[in-house]
Structures are given as C-alpha cells and as structure tokens.
C-alpha cells in the first residue's frame, strides 16, 4: 500500500448543522446555467428565450473556444436569460417539462476509445467543463495533455459532503469514469483517499489509478494540497482535475450515453431545520430545498460551502461544481465592545480567544467580519494553516502588486483562490485574499496567452 | 447599550459623506469601531471570519504589558524612598510612582493619538490599532523624570517620521517607540543618560546610575547587583524596563496567545547570551570579566527590548527563519554595543532599529532561497 501523506498544517472548523445522511429526492422544474461559474469562459448563447432543450443540448459556448460548450441538464424550455451590468449573462433559466428527452451520445466502454474519441464525447455532451486545470483553475484545453490528473476522494472542508456515502454503490459509474479519464492523459490519475474517513471499496478498489492516501486536517482535502504534497506544479506544467461527482456524470456517460448530471447536494448549516442530502440534477433551484426548511431571520445562502462557495440569493441555483448548500445567519449586528468581550459562542484559530477550549464544540457562526479591515501587521501566522512550500503573505502582496516575475518566483501557479480560504478565514487583517488571489491569477493567465 | 447605539446611529449622517461634519468622518469611525464591533458583513470570499481582530490583538499586548507598568510604577517610588532613605510603604510607593507615571503615558496616548487621527482624517483612512501599543510601550522605555514635553514633542516625531511618512501601522520599517526613544537620546542627551535622570526627585549624595551606567564607567572593580535585584528589577532604570520577571509575566501572555513570535524572543535572549559568554572567554576588560553572560539579560531594556519591542511583526523579519536570524543578531548586537560603545551604557534600543533596518534584507535572502528551490525543483523536472 502507498504511503500515508500527513499534512500537518490547517484547521477544522467544526459547525452546527451538518447534514445527516439521509436522502430526499428533489424533482424541481427549475435550473439554470451560470456561466459566472466558468472561469475565464466568455459565454455565447446557442438558445434564446423560448427554445426547447433536451437533456445535453448545448445552452451557451465559450467565444474563444467554441469546442468547449455547456449543456443543458434536463429537458425542458428556456424561459429567460438574465444579464446583470453591462449585459453581462448571469442565468440561462430553463423550466423542465418532466419529459426527460436526452441527446443521445451513443453507449460505448472508454475502454475501447481512443483519447480523441473520448474527447470528441466529452466536448459534445458538455462534460468537458467539468474537467479543470492547475494552473489558473479554468476548463482545460482539450488539445493538451497534462502530467497528471488529480482527483480528491474526501472533503472535510466546514459542513462537507461525505464522499463515502454520496458514491456508495456507485462503483461501476465511478471506473468507468475513470478509464475514460485515463485515455486523457500519458500521466497518472492520483485518487486521494482519507486515512481515517474512506472507508467505502469504490475507492478502495478503483483500477486505473494511483491511491494516495491522506492525513491531517482541512485544507488537506484541497486539490492544490494534494498535488503539492505529491507531484508540486512547475512553471509549464499542467494538472487537471476533477470533482468525484463529476466523475459518476462522465461514466454515466459512457455506460448510458446521456448526460445525466444527477448528484448528491449535502444542505446542512446552523440555519436548515432538516439539514440532509438532496438528489437533484446540477443547477438545480435551491427555493425548493430551504422553503420551510430553514429558521426564521436574515440568512446567508451558499452555494459551497462558508469558506470558498459563493453567495446566492434564497431563489437562486447551485453552482456547477457545489456539491453543497450552506445556510448560516447574517452577522449585520454590531456589537458593544466586542473587541474585549469574551465571544464564547465565536470561533477562533488563536488563544486570545476561548474557541480553543471547547475543541469538540459545534458553532454557529455568522457572516460578520468580526472587525475592520487593516493592513498586514501581524506575521507568521499564515504559514501555520497554509501546507504549501510557499510564503503567503510574500505571494499576497506580489499579486497585489502585480509583479508577474516575483508571482511566478514566489509560486502562483501552484495555488488556486481557494487554497487562501482559511488564511482569509484567520487573517487579523480582514483582508480578501481569496479574492486577490482569483484577480492575480486571471490578470496573469491573461498577460501569459 | 441600546441608547448608545441609537445616539450613535443618529449623529452618524453628519459625518457620512455630504454631512455637515464629514471631514470628521475618521474619528468618528474610530470611536464609534471601539465602541461597537462594525456590523460589516463579509462580501467576498470565505463567508464566516475568525473571531479575532487587530483590537482585540493589540489588546493582548496591552496585558502583557500591565505587569512591567504596575511593577514600574512601584519601583518609581522604591527607588525614591531608597534614595532619600525614608521608610515607605509598598502602597505609598506605589502611587508616588503612579502620579509620576500616569501623566506621561496619557501624553504620550493623548499626542500620539492626536497625530494618528489628524493623519487618518488626512487620508480618509480608518485609524488603526497600532498605536495602542505603542503609546503604551513610550512611557515604558523612558526615565521617569522625562519632562513631558519632551514626551510629546518625541511622539510626535515618533508616528509622523517613524510611522506615517511610510504609510501608517504596517508600513513602517522601524519600531515607533523605539524612534521616540531614539529622539530623545539624540535630542536630549543629558535628559536620557548619566546618574541623575532615573529616580524621581533623587537626594544628591545618591548614585542614581543604573548597573549598565555603572559598568560602562567601571575601571577595575565592577560593582554588579544581585541576581535577585536585577531580575525582579529593584534597581534604577526606565520605568517598565527594571523588572524582568514582570516581563517574563508578559512573555508568557504573548506566546501563549501567540501573538509574538517566540523565535524572535527566544532567539533574542540566545544571540545575547551567545555574545556575553564569548566575551565572558575572552576576559580582556573587567567587563569582559566580571558580568556573567547571563547577567546582560536581566539588565537594563534586554528583557523589555526582547519581549515587546523586537518582536514587533510589522518591523520584524517576516519569515520564520528570519526570525531567528534577526532575533539572534540583536541579542549579539545588543551586548556588543554595551561592552565596546564608550558612549551608550545600553545597546538594545540602538541594536533592534539596526536590525529592524536589515530585516527586509534578511528576509530577501530567506524567500530567493525558496525561490531557488523551486527553480532546481523545476530544472530536476525538465531534465
């Protein structure tokens, strides 16, 4: 058996309301596609409003490369396209007519493919989106050929999914997705275990590829982690990854011929009344998960999880690679002196706090950003919850600056935005840095093509 | 709380853009974020954010600091009595030194504060925290007689040239404090040094110099307190400098928190002994000789400079392995200048704004070796 891989640094932060494993099937009528979701992709609609759909009819394609294109999950109509400011596309709302027509793309085992007729499938069906690429986090180039693919089999991120039971007799879908992946590239496929926490034989026993196995808090879950700890990314270099769920889609793929992008959406969060796991397809409306399922007041919706996911509005639609919803409470309170306070109901990384007492508590935290925002004053704290060979705060301040030869010296291509969640998370200074993080890279993905 | 809240709520559209009084806009934002945490809610990124704050850390280090200024407020008025050679109480003493005491550190937060926000209203800035420390630290690291004009006149110079000409807390290169020491050393020579400055209202026959003082005008025969006096501070010296088992009290709140480094501490404390005990070999001079090496660090600002003033993050080496290097440097620099300086009996101040100005350099070297890391790992890669 491989070797475990301890990753020492990070930080679990334990919240109310995780989600019990049990399943409500959710039979919605209401999706839509977000192309905010895409990053880097500039959207070209192949619909209009009005049109009918069929499950894996392109919806939208990317300008600059048209082969890449996003399909619809279900069939049904498409009943508005909204644009925000500057007639930026934000959704393509479809209604589902229950119908369940499909675009057929022909069953075959990818065992008997070649890579280019597994490419060609996947670009067509609209899978391929949901392979990325490190650096830069965007849909891989089909016409590339990475060193390796990377795909993380556990998630114990605040409020996770359990991968475990969302793939628990799923093991045809899941090798077959993965001997399609296979033909993609001239590398290894690195399947990261937990130590502890897998425990289901579809990971154990998946061929194809190499098991690693992992130990050590969040963020160790993190694709940027894992393929630091096991094969870091040089300057040139290409990793893909891919989100395990996406991975049954692809199978099915092959195994059925459709795209039939069903998965298992984890609600949990202080705020959910019945925090549980929800089938839907993706893109799915969450107005019929939170009604009357949530408590009373005024609530942060997430598509992903409080770290890293994205906000959304009480109506709105999970993102293409959200596994999960997350509802917690608004923080728009202030508080008498909070600075001094005790906060024992707050949770923290440091022991100027009392969080670390209580290591086994649950807690319920908001939105507030529990103070100002400031400049970099303390050191030495980023690097505690950061497993990179990398200095944070010296990568932070080249991307601010952007410097693209100190950002490339320093490892930009390494990181994602959302390996800066939890430095975000504990920074005294309050500063956005996952957000930096996304702007740096996009500035430098530009300057470099 | 609520009535507060609502007077606040309600003077708060006169300071908002297109107030009356918009001009005041930062003040009132600094009152008003110490009164109540903002209710600001995240916007982008992680949605949930530790419970700390960079008030509630600086907080911290005003703790810390609270046993060094009650144990400085007593020895004020213990080093009084021991001179003029009255008995007094510990409660008698104490508030002799309380009175002298409290007037410069509120100077120093009153003028210092007074800079901070006229510069924040400038800028259009909030005000940040940075300055709790620091006003809190000035009064520390000054004889008690100081005039307290000059006090003011040295934190003036202190936030304008050591901190606001290069952009506010965070920016500065050198530790604010440690400048307003620095200008009254330099300005007011005969204010900071010598035998008369350190013991409040002293009698003439009296010799007030500090053990450091002592030493540096030492021919032969070095007259050394005891271990005892040197590190529970019952000897002469800036008011929150003498007592190093005060200060000790504070060190372990910061590390315990975690708020300062303890590789800068700890490799603070090592670099001085290091030097001690190497001159302690070589034995050329009787200060050479005579004070053990462990002896530099109850003395004087050693232990003071160690805790709370290199540890300073803004103006520390900002890698871990700076730390030690740039902790370990002042230790030795600090020794250094006290045996070989016949000018300044102490060395600590002089050797963290020496290395406070060679920590970016230490830390330059530290990351282009990770950065040549991964250009070897790179180059292993494509061979």
Redo the contacts between chains.
């Keep these: 058996m491989s070797e475990i891989i301890k990753i020492k640094k990070g930080l679990s932060?334990k919240?109310q309301g995780e989600a019990d494993r049990t399943i409500s099937s959710l039979d919605s009528t209401k999706y839509a596609l977000k192309p905010t979701d895409f990053i880097g992709v500039f959207p070209k609609l192949n619909v209009k409003e009005g049109d009918t759909v069929k499950a894996g009819s392109p919806v939208f394609f990317d300008k600059y490369r048209d082969n890449i294109q996003f399909t619809s999950p279900v069939s049904g109509t498409i009943t508005e396209i909204k644009r925000g400011a500057k007639r930026v596309l934000l959704e393509i709302r479809i209604e589902a007519d229950g119908a369940n027509d499909f675009v057929d793309f022909g069953a075959t085992n990818p065992a008997n493919l070649d890579r280019e007729a597994i490419v060609e499938k996947l670009l067509k069906s609209g899978l391929w989106s949901t392979i990325r690429q490190r650096p830069y986090s965007v849909i891989a180039d089909p016409a590339q050929s990475p060193k390796s693919i990377f795909i993380s089999a556990f998630d114990n991120g605040?409020l996770a999914a359990d991968y475990d039971f969302i793939l628990h007799g799923k093991g045809e879908e899941f090798q077959a997705g993965l001997d399609a992946l296979a033909k993609l590239t001239n590398g290894k496929i690195h399947l990261n275990l937990h130590k502890h926490d897998t425990q289901t034989k579809v990971f154990h026993l998946a061929k194809n590829v190499q098991i690693n196995k992992f130990d050590g808090k969040y963020p160790s879950c993190l694709i940027g982690t894992q393929i630091a700890a096991i094969d870091?990314i040089?300057?040139?270099?290409l990793v893909w990854t891919v989100n395990i769920q996406d991975v049954l889609t692809i199978g099915n793929l092959f195994l059925k011929g459709q795209y039939l992008p069903e998965k298992l959406f984890a609600v949990g969060g202080s705020e959910v009344l019945k925090p549980r796991y929800y089938r839907a397809k993706v893109g799915v409306t969450v107005q019929d998960i939170v009604s009357n399922n949530v408590t009373e007041g005024n609530l942060?919706y997430?598509s992903g999880n409080?770290?890293?996911?994205t906000?959304i509005e009480s109506n709105g639609y999970i993102g293409f690679y959200d596994n999960q919803l997350?509802v917690?409470p608004?923080?728009?309170?202030?508080?008498?002196?909070?600075?001094?306070t005790p906060?024992l109901d707050?949770?923290?990384?440091?022991?100027?706090?009392f969080?670390w007492l209580m290591p086994k508590k649950a807690f319920r935290?908001?939105?507030?950003?529990?103070?100002?925002?400031?400049?970099?004053?303390?050191?030495?704290?980023f690097?505690k919850v950061f497993p990179f060979?990398?200095?944070p705060?010296?990568l932070i301040k080249a991307v601010m600056g952007q410097d693209i030869d100190a950002m490339e010296?320093?490892?930009i291509y390494e990181v994602a935005?959302e390996d800066f969640?939890l430095i975000?998370?504990?920074?005294?200074?309050?500063i956005?840095?996952?957000?930096i993080v996304a702007e740096g890279l996009e500035f430098l993905r530009k300057e470099m093509s | 709380m609520k009535a507060l809240r609502n007077y606040i709520d309600k003077i708060k559209p006169n300071v908002e853009k297109g107030g009356k009084f918009h001009y005041m806009l930062s003040t009132f934002e600094a009152f008003e974020s110490f009164l109540f945490v903002p209710k600001t809610v995240t916007k982008k990124g992680s949605h949930i954010r530790d419970a700390i704050d960079l008030k509630r850390t600086m907080f911290m280090v005003v703790v810390a600091l609270i046993p060094a200024l009650l144990f400085g407020m007593w020895n004020v008025g213990y080093q009084h009595s021991l001179s003029t050679g009255v008995e007094a109480t510990l409660i008698s003493n104490f508030f002799y030194g309380f009175w002298l005491v409290v007037p410069i550190i509120i100077v120093s937060y009153v003028v210092g504060l007074g800079t901070e926000f006229i510069f924040a209203q400038m800028r259009g800035h909030e005000v940040n925290e940075g300055y709790l420390v620091s006003g809190f630290l000035i009064p520390l690291i000054v004889p008690v007689t100081t005039p307290l004009w000059m006090v003011a006149l040295a934190t003036i110079f202190a936030v304008i040239i050591g901190k606001e000409v290069f952009g506010g807390t965070g920016m500065n290169i050198m530790n604010p404090a440690l400048i307003a020491r620095a200008f009254l050393f330099f300005a007011y020579p005969s204010q900071m040094s010598g035998d008369k400055v350190w013991i409040a209202d002293k009698a003439d026959a009296f010799s007030g110099a500090t053990p450091l003082g002592e030493l540096m005008t030492a021919t032969d025969k070095v007259n050394l307190p005891s271990v005892a006096d040197a590190f529970f501070g019952f000897i002469p010296g800036s008011v929150g400098e003498t007592s190093t088992f005060a200060i000790l009290i504070g060190a372990v709140i910061l590390l315990w928190t975690g708020i300062a480094s303890w590789r800068v501490m700890f490799s603070v404390f090592i670099g001085g002994f290091a030097m001690g005990w190497i001159f302690n070999q070589f034995g050329a001079n009787a200060y050479m000789n005579d004070v053990p090496a462990y002896f530099h660090l109850i003395l004087g600002g050693f232990a003071f400079g160690a805790v709370f003033m290199a540890t300073d993050p803004v103006t520390a080496a900002q890698t871990n392995t700076g730390k030690y290097i740039y902790g370990f440097l002042i230790g030795v620099m600090a020794v250094l200048i006290r045996v070989f300086n016949p000018a300044y009996p102490e060395g600590m101040m002089l050797a963290i704004l020496l290395l406070n100005v060679f920590a970016p350099t230490i830390d330059y070297y530290i990351v282009q070796s990770n950065i040549n890391r991964r250009l070897k790992r790179a180059k292993k890669v494509a061979a």
């Design positions: 932060i919240l605040p870091p040089n300057k040139g270099d942060r997430i409080p770290l890293t996911g906000k997350s917690i608004e923080g728009d309170y202030s508080q008498f002196v909070g600075w001094i906060n707050k949770f923290s990384f440091y022991r100027s706090m969080s935290l908001d939105t507030n950003l529990n103070g100002g925002v400031r400049a970099f004053v303390m050191t030495g704290q690097e060979d990398i200095y705060m010296q010296n320093l490892g935005a969640a975000e998370f504990i920074s005294t200074s309050k956005d840095v996952q957000s």
